[in-house]
């Protein structure tokens, strides 16, 4: 009887199933993420009726802070989610790199602050390692570009959980390092994230574990929402006139569009037309080259970037995310890696922002696109910030300038001074002539 209870205390599910996107097709709520009739990716769905009699913005607002106040919206059982503190990150107003740039009212959602490993992946893998748990899988696995093998070793580490986890093994050494300090068993792959992504599929089939990325996607694609959710609410429950994201596999893109259509559903914000703009790497962009040429599948390539984060050759939901720029009347753009290093700086010096290549990439694209007559200076923007510049330094390396040495002496900081005011000038008037 009190077991009863108890069970009805921790599970209130308001997802239904899995859903084939192809053909519509349901399965029960697994780890599993392809549908066995044509090969489609499954998503969860929910029931928004029951949503819209239960969820109010003030029970939203009476959630913790974090992803969980979104709970209900998140394809989970139990009220007591592993919360590491993931999401509410700040929304900052960014008047100077507005001003820059020539907008009016741009905004930049500043994921390299999540917690617990400075990216947004952060919110993928809290939804994923949840819904692993309550499936009883003790090992859990992911196929990374380096993020999500940070995020997934330090949850899993919060969790108590079993974590193996596949990078790339040309991965940047802030981001080796900052997956080993958790204890994980890691595999350093000799090969591109493709094929790591191959092996993990093979391995998720042998071995019962649970990939975040891979049987439990459905899951883990869910988390990226939040992204959707926050923005509507920090603006003060209203959406904004055009988003700017990264693109690697798409799913973060065509989430942040499930999330918004989610609230309008439901009610929690007014309907209104959203623009949405994708940033790739031009040495990694199979999503924006497809756009350009007009195409409606993509041409898997060979990733040659800096931008490793979002270096995906083969993206599992470039097509949706091709859609959703076109029908929103969006765009898809991509920048090189000069380019990439210009935008990680730009953030950096007008907003005080260090980000990754990811968010270069985004800065860079965005600028791109307001140059060309692309973005409306009228239209409330928002960029997504999704990683810390802390864990790719080898990007910026030799482009920064360097400390001036001096004496511990008065005299010595004086002349350093002088000669700083004075490059400093010279500077200046190189811009200027
Ligand atoms: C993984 C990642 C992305 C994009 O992820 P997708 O959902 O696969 O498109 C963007 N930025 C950073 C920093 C990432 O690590
Ligand atoms: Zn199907």
Redesign the pocket.
């Given at each position: 009887m009190t077991q009863t209870i108890a069970a009805q205390a921790t599970t209130t599910a308001t997802f239904k199933s899995l859903k084939c996107k192809e053909c519509g097709a349901e399965y029960e709520p697994k780890a599993t993420h392809v549908c066995e009739f044509c090969f489609g990716p499954l998503e969860v769905a929910y029931d928004y009726d029951a949503l819209r009699r239960t969820v109010t913005r003030e029970t939203i607002q009476a959630g913790p802070n974090s992803i969980w106040r979104y709970r209900p919206f998140l394809p989970v059982a139990t009220n007591n989610p592993i919360d590491v503190g993931t999401g509410m990150t700040p929304l900052v107003r960014a008047n100077r790199l507005a001003r820059r740039l020539g907008l009016k009212k741009l905004y930049i959602k500043n994921?390299a602050v999540n917690m617990p490993t400075l990216?947004?992946?952060d919110r993928?893998v809290s939804v994923a390692l949840t819904r692993a748990r309550e499936l009883g899988f003790s090992t859990v696995s992911c196929a990374s570009?380096?993020?999500?093998a940070n995020s997934t070793a330090a949850i899993a580490a919060h969790a108590g959980l079993d974590c193996c986890v596949f990078i790339p093994a040309d991965l940047e050494a802030g981001k080796v390092l900052g997956t080993l300090i958790y204890g994980p068993t890691v595999m350093a792959v000799q090969g591109n994230y493709d094929q790591v992504n191959r092996l993990c599929c093979e391995v998720a089939n042998t071995h019962g574990w649970g990939f975040v990325?891979i049987n439990l996607r459905p899951y883990y694609?869910e988390g990226?929402k939040t992204l959707g959710y926050e923005v509507i609410e920090q603006l003060g429950w209203e959406l904004p006139d055009r988003i700017v994201?990264?693109?690697?596999?798409?799913?973060?893109?065509t989430?942040i569009y499930k999330g918004f259509r989610e609230f309008i559903e439901v009610g929690l914000v007014e309907e209104k037309h959203v623009r949405f703009s994708g940033a790739q790497a031009e040495g990694c962009s199979p999503i924006a080259q497809a756009f350009r040429e007009e195409r409606d599948f993509i041409k898997p390539v060979k990733p040659s970037t800096i931008a490793k984060?979002?270096a995906?050759g083969n993206?599992?939901?470039g097509v949706y995310?091709l859609e959703i720029a076109r029908k929103t009347g969006g765009n898809i753009e991509s920048v090189n890696d000069a380019e990439i290093v210009d935008g990680i700086k730009l953030l950096a010096e007008t907003e005080g922002i260090f980000t990754?290549t990811?968010?270069g990439t985004t800065v860079a694209v965005l600028k791109k696109l307001v140059e060309a007559g692309k973005i409306d200076p009228e239209e409330t923007t928002v960029v997504y910030i999704?990683?810390n510049g802390l864990k790719t330094q080898e990007a910026v390396q030799g482009y920064i300038g360097e400390p001036l040495t001096i004496e511990p002496k008065l005299e010595s900081f004086e002349r350093a001074l002088e000669r700083a005011q004075t490059l400093d000038r010279l500077e200046w008037q190189q811009v200027l002539v």
């Open positions: 994921d990216s947004f992946k993928v570009t380096g993020n999500l990325n694609s990226s994201a990264p693109l690697a596999s798409g799913s973060l893109f989430k984060s979002i995906i993206p599992a939901d995310a990754e990811a968010g999704t990683g």
